[in-house]
């Protein structure tokens, strides 16, 4: 198998990284040092050395560490020896059980690897043939017969396993007799069978992104037992088709798993997911680096950049003072986890990237390691970390004066992560966090009775991030729990009762008919459509960005469900919900966040009344909250939290006045998933809601959120003037900035403002000296838009090469070219036209 430079450039796209892999064969002495040189980095990468474990800061892993092991040894002692080897851990027929059994013996082989975790298991070799004899016997028993085995989750099997197998293994190296590991790896292989002929499949839906990554190292660690150099090469070069930017018009292997040239990513094929498998991909493919350091397999210098686009454009956006937000963790958004773990696990790559990089990379990653540190409302326990060595890098970093704080942000940003549906806006002071739906992107993730109340968390919902406040208090699980889910921030739902997947199919966790000819199983492609992670039916979802500022505009609509049921495509238990109706967009300025709707109501006939939440806050039950009104007729609301030191003002500037309430609500977190601890959670929720009857008429209304505002600022509130706001044209004026938005939805020509639109688009204009103008093209579908400007003619002083300007009577037309842009801002600034 000849790596070829043809065969690199088609898999990571880009010529900078042609050198990873190198070429040309290793000789046998070459791939023997090589291979131990693997399998050294990787004992050290997990149980550290005597020089890294004699520090301090590493002590408390080392004693979570070895408490493990002692637990686990003592749970074998008290196994009954019956189809168990740990206590309490039946075998046969539930894959938990069997991954946990090989994770504890994981535990214990890594505890006598480790230096420091005490005479008793380090360096015990007793212990670590109790831990190979556990291997054989699970492998004749519980893994070996191919037959018996892959029952319950595909992920079980072919990752979650054989990562623990393969560390034992790699970690055991010296001891495991030679029969066993071949056993092992020919089981592994077998396995695979979302693969082909027990390999990677790069056209397989399961073998994407994270997954991918997962199963490739796995792999690496195998070859490097047994000396293959075949099985190193191939499972490197598969992983490295996760570094290439994915082209969504020029889709390899039909994956649109991976990163965005936007900053993006997606796994599950749709949705948003850089809190949960984008983080496990930055961590394993880091961790992969390490491993591979010096071995020869591999020159990791060469990816180190690429994999530092992923952290600046990627990542940093999406943590706000230490926390990851929750918009893109898909079904772990409904974890007990906090987003403050979340960043643990990026910090801990960051340390290591920066390790391996250089120059400017590494000094931007040390500062930002120290900014992550400094600016997080909770303190980081490096004890979670995976390494020892990450541990020893991170307290050495932080010692460091020399190494500054500094965020990879600017103080103020806004980012259109188009590809993902997903839009943020920063500023000092806040950070505000929005997702959307579309055909591309789904509604929500639900799986494995993880987030039992999905239903909106994609429809225009909103998080509202404040400064100096633990996010802990404000959102993460226990948001999601006490906040009715037809009642999130910024959603439109209509009132009716929607039951969890358990509760529509008889407590079973996923639809399941596989006689239909859809072939409903817990893992098949129409479990992921309809069930698992649905997209919606339309195509207007984005937005455009000029410098830091932000246009959203986007329509909410049915999901593939509702539509399918519909058309007599899904069978007729199978159970789907329509949705209200609605058109949006959200302005994003310096003080305030505005938003329009218009066309709210109900689905044409469904009967139902629509409560759309403009915002919705949880604070502690002794949080000492106010919600303070203006006068009858006066125009805003403002929720504090004295005790938080937050603030959050809401003027309204046309429609409806919307009810504000404050309750005391009290739930268990199993409510949202059903693998939660039955902890019971009391919060004061704060909802501000506009309420439509059943048969009411679609109304309009625009209000703007005003993080930290004081009540006076909202008395005297006057910044944004509403140019427009129907289900065709959404238009607002800020005369302080002298900027107007504009998000446009249907086709013809559309004026407001001194502008004429064409089609659906999104327009930002800033008149100053110059003007600045920013258009994107937010359905994705179109080949160009086109803007003018009426009065005085304009010609082009600097700008993207996609946009051509020319005079035209009465005004300025300014043509751009859309076409495979994927809804990205294009921009462009005029001044006085030169004949």
């Known amino acids: 198998m000849e790596i070829t430079r043809r065969r690199l450039l088609g898999a990571l796209g880009a010529a900078g990284v042609l050198a990873a892999v190198p070429t040309e064969w290793a000789g046998a002495d070459e791939v023997a040092q090589g291979s131990a040189r693997l399998l050294a980095n990787t004992v050290a990468v997990f149980a550290g050395t005597a020089e890294s474990n004699s520090r301090p800061e590493v002590a408390g892993k080392l004693a979570a560490g070895g408490k493990a092991a002692r637990t686990h040894l003592a749970s074998m002692d008290a196994a009954s020896g019956a189809g168990e080897l740990f206590a309490g851990l039946p075998l046969g027929t539930s894959d938990p059980n069997l991954n946990t059994t090989f994770q504890r013996l994981y535990e214990i082989a890594l505890a006598t690897r480790t230096p420091g975790t005490g005479s008793d298991l380090y360096g015990d070799a007793g212990i670590q043939e109790r831990v190979l004899d556990g291997l054989a016997w699970l492998h004749a028993h519980y893994y070996g017969d191919q037959g018996a085995g892959y029952y319950g989750n595909w992920f079980t099997w072919e990752i979650g396993l054989a990562q623990h197998i393969s560390r034992t293994l790699v970690l055991l190296a010296d001891r495991a007799p030679a029969a066993l590991v071949a ?54 070069t598969d992983q490295l088709t996760v570094f290439a930017t994915i082209d969504p018009y020029a889709l390899r292997h039909g994956v649109t798993d991976g990163y965005y040239a936007d900053g993006s990513f997606l796994q599950h094929a749709s949705v948003a997911y850089t809190g949960s498998y984008g983080k496990g991909l930055l961590s394993r493919v880091v961790q992969t680096l390490k491993l591979l350091d010096g071995t020869g397999f591999a020159h990791g210098g060469e990816l180190v950049p690429t994999v530092f686009g992923w952290v600046r454009d990627g990542f940093a956006p999406l943590i706000f003072e230490g926390w990851m937000m929750e918009a893109v963790k898909g079904r772990a958004v409904a974890r007990p986890g906090t987003g403050y773990a979340d960043v643990a696990t990026i910090v801990e790559a960051v340390v290591d990237l920066a390790s ?58 806004c980012v259109a992560f188009n590809a993902m549906d997903r839009t943020v806006h920063r500023r000092p002071g806040y950070a505000f966090a929005l997702a959307r739906s579309s055909r591309r992107i789904s509604k929500y993730e639900y799986m494995s009775g993880e987030n039992l109340m999905p239903w909106f968390q994609g429809d225009g919902a909103h998080h509202l991030y404040l400064s100096g406040q633990d996010q802990t208090r404000a959102y993460g ?110 302005f994003l300025f310096d003080d305030e966040i505005v938003v329009l709707a218009a066309g709210v109501g109900d689905a044409p006939g469904a009967g139902r009344a629509v409560t759309t939440t403009l915002d919705a806050r949880i604070a502690a039950a002794d949080d000492e909250v106010t919600v303070a009104e203006g006068e009858e007729g006066g125009g805003w609301v403002r929720y504090a939290d004295a005790t938080q030191g937050t603030a959050v003002g809401y003027a309204f500037l046309a429609g409806p006045r919307p009810a504000a309430r404050l309750s005391t609500v009290t739930r268990s977190r199993r409510v949202v998933r059903t693998a939660n601890p039955d902890t019971a959670v009391t919060r004061q929720v704060f909802s501000l809601a506009v309420e439509q009857a059943a048969g009411a008429r679609p109304v309009a209304f625009a209000y703007a959120l005003l993080p930290n505002a ?37 086709g013809g020509a559309h004026h407001t403002a001194g502008l004429t639109v064409e089609g659906p688009a999104s327009v930002l204009v800033r008149r100053g000296r110059d003007v600045t103008v920013a258009v994107s093209d937010p359905t994705t579908t179109r080949d160009s838009v086109t803007v003018v400007l009426r009065g005085r003619a304009l010609g082009k002083v600097a700008g993207d090469e996609a946009v051509r300007v020319t005079r035209v009577p009465g005004g300025t037309r300014v043509d751009v070219r859309t076409r495979h842009a994927y809804g990205r801002s294009f921009t462009v600034t005029l001044g006085q036209f030169v004949e």
Do not use: C
């Open 183 to 236: 056993s092992y790896i020919a089981s592994m292989d077998a396995y695979l069978r979302n693969g082909e002929n027990g390999d990677v499949d790069l056209d397989s839906r399961f073998h994407t992104g994270a997954n991918l990554a997962d199963i490739t190292t796995n792999r690496i660690l195998q070859g490097a037992l047994t000396g293959d150099e075949a099985r190193i090469r191939k499972a490197l």
């Open 356 to 413: 391996l990089a250089d120059g400017d990379t590494a000094s931007a990653l040390r500062a930002y390691v120290k900014h992550l540190r400094a600016a997080s409302r909770a303190p980081l326990d490096p004890a979670v970390f995976v390494s020892p060595l990450s541990i020893v890098r991170y307290a050495d970093l932080l010692a460091d004066a020399s190494v500054p704080a500094a965020d990879l942000n600017p103080a103020a940003r």
């Open 477 to 586: 699980v226990d948001y999601l729990t006490v906040v009715s889910p037809y009642g999130l921030a910024g959603v439109t739902a209509p009132v009716e009762h929607r039951g969890t997947v358990p509760e529509s199919y008889d407590g079973k966790l996923f639809y399941d008919n596989p006689g239909h000819p859809l072939g409903f199983t817990a893992s098949s492609e129409s479990q992921n459509r309809y069930v698992y992670f649905p997209t919606a039916t339309q195509d207007h979802s984005g937005g455009a960005v000029l410098g830091v500022y932000g246009a959203v505009g986007w329509v909410l609509s049915d999901d593939v469900p509702w539509r399918d049921e519909r058309a007599g495509i899904l069978p007729d238990d199978f159970v789907a919900y329509r949705s209200a109706r609605a058109t949006k967009s959200w």
């Open 710 to 746: 004081a009540e006076a600022a909202l008395r005297s509130y006057d910044a944004v003037r509403v140019l427009a706001n129907t289900p065709r044209l959404q238009a607002v004026r800020h005369a302080g900035l002298g900027l107007t938005g504009v998000n446009t939805f249907t």
